[in-house]
């Protein structure tokens, strides 16, 4: 049981403090003196250390620091403002930018970073002029961030999912992505996340509890009125918006998927661009580069910190130990929700997505087949958990760029969401109970 502890700690914390990075440090501290007390500052370093060797945390850093540059450009090239003007146009009522911003979050579906960053800058403006609040706003964006990206099977996330499928032997090699289209009618949480996020954005599910307050004080504040074009470039169109995130999407799309590279091609192409069109002059691009990815810095040292936890979590045992305490309650009816609702609560309390998926699906898996389980709706459920974490974590990766983007308090994101995550939780819970006394 003292493997929830550390995580225990970082929620009770960040709830008091309403901070993020000082309660995972405790977090962490606190983990590594209960793996081993005679010697836990040489292993926080040491983990730490480890942390930033693995490759997946450099991917990271970079994707993260290179989406912030590419953002960074967009904006300082007055292309934002541009975008947001034609926008006005046709974007006319409050109702109809909560509805844009959902299709936004559907556009941007190749990868979560890229939805919570791109959607949330895009929006930001268009939502303010409508008096949004910028909670509402976050938690559409992040809403339509991970949810979609594991409910289309062209991304990084179903890319990942895929594999893991073919290295666990559940489908042969090369069949990855078929048997993760197997598995998207059973992602209960994503589908209820979107839908739910769509009702509320034309207005048919209420608003309630913070979010309703939040809603309340952005009507009565002042609108922002835009500035002039001098003071934004009067030379930036929509084209100048639309086109670098265009090549962005196609460059991930066409090289192996893969978000590093993707970025890579549409801040070159950016670049160039701008520079071509006198949009920017040389200066100013190469010093944009490195404010948006200086810009990323505390985001990402939420992440690194939230990567050692897991390693806390994992040297402790975190997960086998969660999943061996309801092994007893099990049955062949009930092991999708129970397995669901445990994950997500690790999900949570840990920020863990993928990790969580690596260490859990060799777990399950033989845990369903051994109760004659359905595996695709067991491998839905572990999924959806990972979606639970990235939405309603409020240190998690795509949590974290989405406040960023936003420009909404982290704490007050996760506050004001809350109470709509756990209906999405509670209805998701729900049918996998149901479906799972069905199959």
């Given at each position: 049981m003292l493997a929830l502890l550390p995580p225990f700690i970082v929620v009770m914390l960040s709830m008091w403090l309403r901070r993020a990075f000082e309660p995972l440090l405790m977090g962490c501290l606190v983990g590594y003196l209960l793996i081993n007390p005679s010697d836990f500052p040489n292993n926080f370093i040491d983990g730490l250390t480890k942390t930033f060797q693995e490759e997946s945390t450099v991917w990271v850093i970079l994707?993260?620091?290179?989406?912030?540059?590419?953002?960074?450009?967009?904006?300082?090239?007055?292309?934002?403002?541009?975008?947001?003007?034609?926008?006005?146009?046709?974007?006319?009522?409050?109702r109809k930018s909560l509805i844009t911003t959902w299709l936004m979050g559907l556009f941007i579906f190749i990868d979560d970073y890229m939805s919570a960053l791109a959607v949330g800058v895009t929006m930001r403006k268009i939502t303010d002029r409508y008096q949004v609040s910028r909670e509402l706003l976050a938690y559409l964006v992040n809403a339509t961030a991970a949810p979609i990206c594991v409910l289309i099977p062209m991304t990084t996330w179903s890319i990942y999912c895929g594999k893991l499928l073919e290295d666990n032997k559940i489908v042969q090699k090369g069949n990855g992505f078929q048997g993760f289209i197997d598995i998207i009618p059973f992602l209960f949480y994503p589908w209820v996340a979107v839908i739910l996020a769509y009702l509320v954005a034309i207005g048919v599910f209420p608003l309630?509890?913070?979010?309703?307050?939040?809603?309340?004080?952005?009507?009565?504040?002042?609108?922002?009125?835009?500035?002039?074009?001098?003071?934004?470039?009067?030379?930036?169109?929509?084209?100048?918006?639309?086109?670098?995130?265009?090549?962005?999407?196609?460059?991930?799309?066409?090289?192996?998927?893969?978000?590093?590279?993707?970025?890579?091609?549409?801040?070159?192409?950016?670049?160039?661009?701008?520079?071509?069109t006198r949009l920017m002059t040389f200066e100013a691009l190469s010093e944009g580069i490195f404010e948006g990815f200086r810009s990323m810095i505390y985001a990402l040292s939420i992440l690194i910190m939230s990567y050692v936890l897991k390693k806390v979590g994992d040297k402790?045992?975190?997960?086998?130990?969660?999943?061996?305490?309801?092994?007893?309650?099990?049955?062949?009816?009930?092991?999708?929700?129970?397995?669901?609702?445990?994950?997500?609560?690790?999900?949570?309390?840990?920020?863990?997505?993928?990790?969580?998926?690596?260490?859990?699906?060799?777990?399950?898996?033989?845990?369903?087949?051994?109760?004659?389980?359905?595996?695709?709706?067991?491998?839905?459920?572990?999924?959806?958990?990972?979606?639970?974490?990235?939405?309603?974590?409020?240190?998690?990766?795509?949590?974290?760029?989405?406040?960023?983007?936003?420009?909404?308090?982290?704490m007050e994101m996760f506050l004001t969401a809350l109470p709509f995550n756990l209906l999405s939780i509670i209805i998701s819970t729900i049918l996998f109970l149901i479906v799972g006394f069905i199959i």
């Amino acid at each position: 049981m003292l493997a929830l502890l550390p995580p225990f700690i970082v929620v009770m914390l960040s709830m008091w403090l309403r901070r993020a990075f000082e309660p995972l440090l405790m977090g962490c501290l606190v983990g590594y003196l209960l793996i081993n007390p005679s010697d836990f500052p040489n292993n926080f370093i040491d983990g730490l250390t480890k942390t930033f060797q693995e490759e997946s945390t450099v991917w990271v850093i970079l994707v993260c620091g290179l989406y912030g540059s590419l953002i960074h450009l967009i904006i300082q090239s007055g292309s934002v403002f541009a975008f947001g003007e034609t926008a006005l146009q046709y974007v006319t009522t409050r109702r109809k930018s909560l509805i844009t911003t959902w299709l936004m979050g559907l556009f941007i579906f190749i990868d979560d970073y890229m939805s919570a960053l791109a959607v949330g800058v895009t929006m930001r403006k268009i939502t303010d002029r409508y008096q949004v609040s910028r909670e509402l706003l976050a938690y559409l964006v992040n809403a339509t961030a991970a949810p979609i990206c594991v409910l289309i099977p062209m991304t990084t996330w179903s890319i990942y999912c895929g594999k893991l499928l073919e290295d666990n032997k559940i489908v042969q090699k090369g069949n990855g992505f078929q048997g993760f289209i197997d598995i998207i009618p059973f992602l209960f949480y994503p589908w209820v996340a979107v839908i739910l996020a769509y009702l509320v954005a034309i207005g048919v599910f209420p608003l309630f509890s913070k979010m309703k307050a939040a809603e309340e004080r952005a009507a009565t504040a002042a609108i922002e009125l835009p500035l002039p074009a001098s003071e934004n470039n009067a030379g930036a169109k929509s084209v100048h918006f639309f086109l670098p995130l265009i090549v962005l999407i196609a460059a991930t799309l066409y090289l192996d998927k893969d978000a590093l590279k993707g970025v890579l091609a549409g801040l070159t192409f950016t670049v160039f661009y701008y520079a071509a069109t006198r949009l920017m002059t040389f200066e100013a691009l190469s010093e944009g580069i490195f404010e948006g990815f200086r810009s990323m810095i505390y985001a990402l040292s939420i992440l690194i910190m939230s990567y050692v936890l897991k390693k806390v979590g994992d040297k402790m045992g975190l997960t086998p130990y969660v999943i061996a305490s309801v092994q007893p309650y099990l049955s062949k009816a009930v092991l999708a929700a129970v397995i669901f609702v445990a994950l997500s609560l690790i999900s949570y309390l840990t920020a863990s997505s993928w990790g969580l998926y690596l260490v859990a699906i060799p777990i399950v898996v033989p845990l369903a087949q051994s109760l004659g389980a359905n595996v695709f709706l067991s491998l839905g459920a572990v999924i959806s958990a990972g979606v639970v974490g990235s939405q309603s974590s409020f240190y998690s990766d795509a949590a974290v760029l989405t406040s960023a983007s936003t420009e909404c308090d982290g704490m007050e994101m996760f506050l004001t969401a809350l109470p709509f995550n756990l209906l999405s939780i509670i209805i998701s819970t729900i049918l996998f109970l149901i479906v799972g006394f069905i199959i």
